[in-house]
């Protein structure tokens, strides 16, 4: 986990304290670390921090960066199910729209995945004078150049430099999509599709869950976390975005984390039946692609502002 100078970590305190009860009972290593004491000069600490995986990955066999908002509630699920050797870096698809989530990547200590790295956190000097998004904006075309070295990018380039706000944003980022198509697995880098990943936002699902599909939750920040209704109901309707709810009957005793002691106690009226979470999964798996669709429909007049 990255940070920048001076953040509290309290306002992250049950995803941090999920993640080091887990990592104790899995027994691997869980590391914070500060972007100030690394030898990183990006000006952006949201580039900054890919720099410093960078420079760590050297130490590790994989690596898995997380936000500082990312939970676990599955302490049973482990990091190598979704790894496969031929990848060295997986990212996957954020699940309210068409985004390559940049809030949790699986990296393997290779030549390929810190160089990757490197070269995407010096891009930083490659934004557009625009509303770029910062790093999650421009992965999407660093990784199309890296993926695609032939391919024609003028056109959603000139839209990422013509963009005003997050509408504009979203339909760069669906231009730069259709090129990469409905595959998942570029050579060394693999892209997850939305769902099938180890995480996913929490709000979703009207923010139930199921132990058998969900591992990794992200968007706990103490600040928004909501009080659970007598009766919460699951529905392709998500929370108002970023709110969450507390899944665990009690508090973490990290004392008491450990290989022999896996067994956490969740909150009842948060769980779903995993048919519920797929159907509703599917219900906005739909949604969203509709609006892909109308993004995509925007292109041309981005495209020919001036």
């Known amino acids: 986990m990255v940070l920048a100078k001076g953040t509290n970590l309290s306002a992250y305190e049950l995803a941090v304290d999920s993640i080091e009860c887990y990592s104790r009972i899995q027994e691997y290593q869980f590391i914070i670390v500060e972007d100030q004491d690394f030898d990183c000069e990006q000006n952006d600490k949201y580039f900054r921090r890919h720099c410093v995986v960078a420079q760590l990955l050297p130490f590790f066999q994989t690596l898995i960066f997380l936000d500082a908002d990312v939970g676990i509630v599955n302490p049973k699920k482990r990091i190598e199910d979704f790894q496969t050797p031929e990848f060295d870096i997986i990212f996957y698809d954020r699940f309210y729209n068409w985004e390559i989530a940049l809030g949790s990547y699986i990296v393997r200590n290779t030549q390929f995945a810190i160089d990757l790295l490197t070269d995407f956190a010096n891009y930083e000097k490659m934004l557009p004078k625009s509303f770029h998004g910062t790093d999650n904006g421009a992965l999407h075309l660093f990784l199309a150049k890296r993926i695609f070295p032939k391919h024609n990018l003028s056109i959603c380039e000139k839209m990422y430099n013509k963009s005003r706000g997050y509408s504009d944003l979203f339909t760069y980022e669906a231009c730069v999509r259709t ?29 139930k869950w199921n132990p058998d599909l969900d591992f990794m939750l992200h968007g706990w920040k103490m600040r928004t976390k909501s009080r659970i209704p007598e009766k919460p109901v699951i529905s ?11 899944p665990f009957a009690g508090n973490f005793e990290l004392e008491k984390c450990g290989p022999q002691n896996a067994t956490w106690n969740y909150e009842a009226r948060l769980m779903a ?20 669709f109308d993004a995509l429909a925007k292109m041309k007049e981005l495209y020919e502002r001036k």
Do not use: H, P
């Open 179 to 207: 090129i990469f198509g409905a595959k998942t697995d570029f050579g060394k880098i693999r892209i997850m599709r939305k769902g099938r990943s180890w995480i996913r936002d929490d709000y979703l699902y009207g923010g």
């Open 236 to 246: 392709a309707k998500r929370l108002v975005r970023g709110r969450w709810y507390y």
């Open 273 to 292: 039946n995993i048919s519920e979470i797929e159907k509703s999964r599917d219900e906005y798996e739909k949604l969203v692609a509709l609006q892909q």
